[in-house]
């Protein structure tokens, strides 16, 4: 059976997101189950493989000791993935985090965000696009090195938030043009699988490094077993 991984997003808007990345998964071998605060079952997290936070609104900057933030915030959303982070953190449940979902793993691990990267930034525009106009750097080693292998790739941006201080276990593993952090992961020696990317790979399944973003999530969650998988 395809194993089955968890895609949370909010309860309100177009789900483009969500449905970008069920293609995604179902394209690297997995079964996608929508997530979100007003349809979310506890029990449903059992039967989790693997997990993956979604992108959208930013992070109610309270959560991490910042009073300047004025955008928009979701506290129940915020609530519901923290709930299911710290789960795939107890049951070593691979996890992914995209954008905001990035952010918020970073958050829950006691780390911080920039509450606004735009006009901090000198080399690249601030301009949001789903289509790969600018440039991720890696760092030469770690798992996301291991997926991408190529020291400097194509991606794109819809986020004004960026991780800041760097949370308890994480690893930086790639940063773009201004030096933002574009992806954090946990550190080599941690045997829990845990990624977060700044940009949107679902937008992008026409580049093959890309789809090799879910097909080691999918991979990986096979081995997987969620205590009541067949109730």
Known sequence: MAPLIGVTGPDSR??????????????????????????????????????????????????YGDDTGRAPADPERDAFEIEL??????????????????????????GSLHSDIRPLRRHTSNRRTPLPRKTAIGCGQGRLHDIIRQP????????????????????????????????IESRSQDPHYMLGVQWHPEYLPYLGHQRAIFRTLVRLARTARPERLYD
Not at 32 to 54: E, S
Not at 152 to 160: D, G, P
């Open 14 to 63: 177009l789900p483009l997101a969500w449905w970008a990345t069920r293609l995604a998964i179902f394209l690297a071998g997995g079964r996608a189950l929508r997530l979100t605060p007003a349809t979310f079952l506890p029990h449903k997290r059992d039967k989790l493989q693997g997990l993956i936070i979604g992108g959208g609104d930013d992070i109610d900057a309270a959560l």
């Open 152 to 183: 400097r790739w194509r991606i794109n941006s819809l986020h004004h938030q960026a991780v800041d201080r760097l949370g308890e276990g994480l690893s930086i593993v790639a940063r773009d043009l201004d030096g933002f952090v574009q992806a």
């Open 85 to 110: 982070i710290e789960h795939a953190l107890d049951t070593q449940l691979p996890l992914l985090g995209i954008c905001r979902g990035a952010q918020l793993i970073n958050v829950v691990l006691g």
